[in-house]
């Protein structure tokens, strides 16, 4: 009579449904991560073409809007004075008036051609294009309106990009602050002070005028809003201090390092200031 014997073979545990669904389940796993994550890289490449579209577009429609309004509206000066020295019945006074006139609305055509194009030049991107360009821009300008200015700048401009945006926005207030400060302030002197402190950059514009105890309810006004606005919308400061007859302060303030933050989620003219 023969003898029988019985035993269990056990699988190797690759062998086994459970390590065969698991391993299953895993490469499934991968491969949706996989999937994940390449469809996350490129709705991310999408997402940053898609600002940097928006970013060029209203790069795009803001020189649009310079020409329109700069350039376009003295052109159109341009053609009316042409047209009305043509008229015969003009005397030769009249005559020579208009031409000054003319000519007078070409230099601002040019003056508005050369700032539109110094801001959307990449080349000017940075904080030492910035500093030489409004600080010329103030003497030229003051000077022509018969006011004395004095320029202080650090005497070493550390090596700093500055976006176009902020370029833009900051010329502009200073421009404002200019404009009031020949057509309201019956100043005599001024003095624009640049100064770079670690990662700040202040722009200060002070003048010897009437200055003023109280918000002020004309054109000044509307200056001082814009002014507000365009450092706000970069993401600057804006503050003055004016008193009567002791003339007025303009601060613009840019912290440097939190302007880089955002974007990623020199020489003495005439003696200091009084």
């Avoid at 949706?32 to 490449?45: A, D, F, Q, S």
């Avoid at 991107?125 to 821009?137: F, K, V």
């Avoid at 500055?162 to 001024?190: G, M």
């Amino acid at each position: 009579m023969g003898t029988s014997v019985s035993f269990v073979v056990t699988p190797f545990f690759w062998q086994t449904w459970w390590f065969r669904i698991g391993t299953l389940l895993a490469l499934t796993g991968i491969g949706v991560g996989i999937i994940h994550l390449v469809l996350t890289h490129r709705m991310r490449l999408r997402l940053h073409a898609l600002e940097r579209q928006a970013a060029l577009d209203k790069e795009r429609a803001r020189i649009a809007r310079d020409i329109h309004d700069d350039a376009g509206g003295h052109l159109t000066k341009i053609v009316l004075l042409s047209e009305l020295t043509l008229q015969h019945s003009e005397s030769h006074d009249k005559v020579v008036e208009r031409a000054k006139q003319t000519a007078d609305a070409a230099r601002e055509v040019l003056k508005s051609l050369d700032e539109t194009i110094w801001a959307i030049n990449p080349r000017n991107d940075n904080l030492r294009e910035l500093i030489a360009y409004l600080s010329s821009a103030a003497y030229n300008f003051l000077q022509t309106a018969g006011v004395r200015c004095r320029v202080d700048l650090p005497d070493e401009v550390p090596d700093r990009t500055i976006s176009a945006d902020v370029r833009h926005n900051l010329f502009l207030a200073v421009k404002e602050a200019l404009n009031n400060l020949v057509r309201h302030a019956r100043a005599t002197e001024a003095w624009l002070r640049v100064r770079v402190d670690g990662n700040a950059l202040s722009v200060i514009i002070e003048d010897n005028g009437k200055g003023f105890d109280q918000q002020p309810v004309n054109g000044c006004a509307d200056g001082l809003r814009n002014m507000r606005h365009r450092l706000e919308e970069t993401g600057g400061r804006f503050r003055f201090d004016s008193s009567p007859g002791q003339g007025t302060k303009v601060f613009f303030t840019y912290d440097l390092l939190e302007r880089k933050k955002v974007r990623k989620n020199g020489h003495k003219v005439g003696p200091p200031g009084r």
